[in-house]
């Protein structure tokens, strides 16, 4: 249902009554619904991986991977809240064009929560058929949900950023210097600009498309966010996926974290059965492909995501 539907003189009504209602009982930020729906992100996690199977750093599909996200936010475009953030990290193969993409939903409360998630594959893995269906696809598509949600309803409380960064997987082999190319460059680039002392909370998305959820307490992620994550699981009745294990990971919170930003990884690290011969799951192998995530574990997360907003401005 759209305000359209109504004549202007019920809409005047429609506001005059929710005036009267805010009076009343205090803007209830609570009442904002989650309907975002898995299934729509898994769709949307097909359509990308058909775009852009393998995206990594210098290849055609990372392009079109760009192009995907971009075809997606064509409103914010044309109003000025997409922002492309070009940068040229030197790497273990040189020194290589990246960007990160900033989508922006303002709010009406003075502050802003950063959802971010990394949109390319492995360059490492360019020569085997890997597309990264958990691992980097199916969040970026959980953020495309978001967007679209959060362009129907503008936030209540605090500005959305969406950011979909780049370079997040080591070029050569993970170490501090290479790897977490594009929120190192954002987080230092907010750094100075004085954007990071407005940032409320950052929400990291990574990997909790797999059908098996357990989304791992992050030990590093700021505490307040661990128990906010735990209540917003008891809200959405997803306990149960939550929390399980707990162990501390290395991923695109941490530039942010560092830099006193509060901050969480929102991540399932226990993907697939343990093998011999693929000690680490599906993690990081061609395994990784779309029917290893569902549309229920998508809608788990999504849940999630939108509580965990709803509960950050409740601060
Ligand atoms: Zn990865």
Same mark, same amino acid.
């Given at each position: 249902?759209? &305000? $359209?539907?109504?004549?202007?003189?019920?809409?005047?009504?429609?506001?005059?009554?929710?005036?009267?209602?805010?009076?009343?009982?205090?803007?209830?930020?609570?009442?904002?619904?989650?309907?975002? $729906?898995?299934?729509?992100?898994?769709?949307?996690? *097909?359509?990308?991986?058909?775009?852009?199977?393998?995206?990594?750093?210098? $290849?055609?599909?990372?392009?079109?991977?760009?192009?995907?996200?971009?075809?997606?936010?064509?409103?914010?475009?044309?109003?000025?809240?997409?922002?492309?953030?070009?940068?040229?990290?030197?790497? =273990?193969?040189?020194?290589? =064009?990246?960007?990160?993409?900033?989508?922006?939903?303002?709010?009406?409360? #003075?502050?802003? &929560?950063?959802?971010?998630?990394?949109?390319?594959?492995?360059?490492?893995?360019?020569?085997?058929?890997?597309?990264?269906?958990?691992?980097?696809?199916?969040?970026?598509?959980?953020?495309?949900?978001?967007?679209?949600?959060?362009?129907?309803?503008?936030?209540?409380?605090?500005?959305?950023?969406?950011?979909?960064?780049?370079?997040?997987?080591?070029?050569?082999?993970?170490?501090?210097?290479? $790897?977490?190319?594009?929120?190192?460059?954002?987080?230092?680039?907010?750094?100075?600009?004085?954007?990071?002392?407005?940032?409320?909370?950052?929400?990291?998305?990574?990997?909790?498309?797999?059908?098996?959820?357990?989304?791992?307490?992050?030990? *590093?992620?700021?505490?307040?966010?661990?128990?906010?994550?735990?209540?917003?699981?008891?809200?959405?009745?997803?306990?149960?996926?939550?929390? *399980?294990?707990?162990?501390?990971?290395?991923?695109?919170?941490?530039?942010?974290?560092?830099?006193?930003?509060?901050?969480? #990884?929102?991540?399932?690290?226990?993907?697939? =059965?343990?093998?011999?011969?693929? =000690? #680490?799951?599906?993690?990081?192998?061609?395994?990784?492909?779309?029917?290893?995530?569902?549309?229920?574990?998508? *809608?788990?997360?999504?849940?999630?995501?939108?509580?965990?907003?709803?509960?950050?401005?409740?601060?």
């Amino acid at each position: 249902m759209s &305000i $359209s539907a109504f004549s202007r003189t019920a809409s005047l009504h429609l506001a005059l009554a929710a005036a009267t209602l805010f009076w009343a009982a205090p803007a209830p930020l609570t009442a904002q619904q989650p309907t975002l $729906s898995g299934q729509h992100i898994l769709q949307l996690t *097909q359509q990308y991986l058909a775009a852009a199977p393998k995206r990594f750093i210098t $290849s055609p599909g990372h392009d079109a991977a760009e192009n995907f996200i971009k075809a997606h936010f064509q409103p914010e475009m044309a109003h000025g809240q997409f922002v492309t953030d070009a940068f040229y990290p030197t790497t =273990p193969i040189g020194q290589i =064009p990246m960007r990160n993409y900033i989508v922006k939903y303002p709010g009406k409360k #003075d502050g802003v &929560i950063v959802i971010a998630s990394h949109y390319e594959t492995n360059y490492p893995l360019k020569d085997i058929p890997f597309v990264g269906a958990n691992d980097g696809a199916c969040t970026t598509a959980l953020l495309i949900a978001m967007g679209e949600y959060f362009r129907a309803h503008p936030p209540e409380g605090y500005s959305v950023w969406l950011v979909f960064d780049d370079g997040e997987e080591a070029v050569h082999e993970w170490s501090a210097t290479d $790897s977490l190319y594009g929120t190192r460059h954002l987080a230092a680039k907010w750094s100075g600009d004085g954007t990071l002392g407005h940032i409320k909370a950052f929400l990291l998305a990574d990997m909790i498309g797999d059908r098996d959820l357990d989304i791992l307490e992050e030990s *590093q992620s700021t505490p307040w966010l661990r128990d906010d994550l735990r209540k917003a699981a008891a809200e959405t009745h997803h306990s149960a996926n939550v929390f *399980q294990t707990k162990a501390a990971e290395e991923d695109d919170h941490l530039p942010f974290l560092q830099r006193g930003v509060p901050s969480i #990884d929102i991540i399932d690290v226990d993907y697939g =059965p343990h093998t011999t011969k693929m =000690p #680490d799951g599906y993690h990081h192998t061609a395994q990784d492909t779309i029917d290893k995530i569902s549309a229920r574990s998508l *809608q788990t997360s999504a849940d999630l995501f939108m509580a965990m907003i709803r509960l950050v401005n409740q601060r």
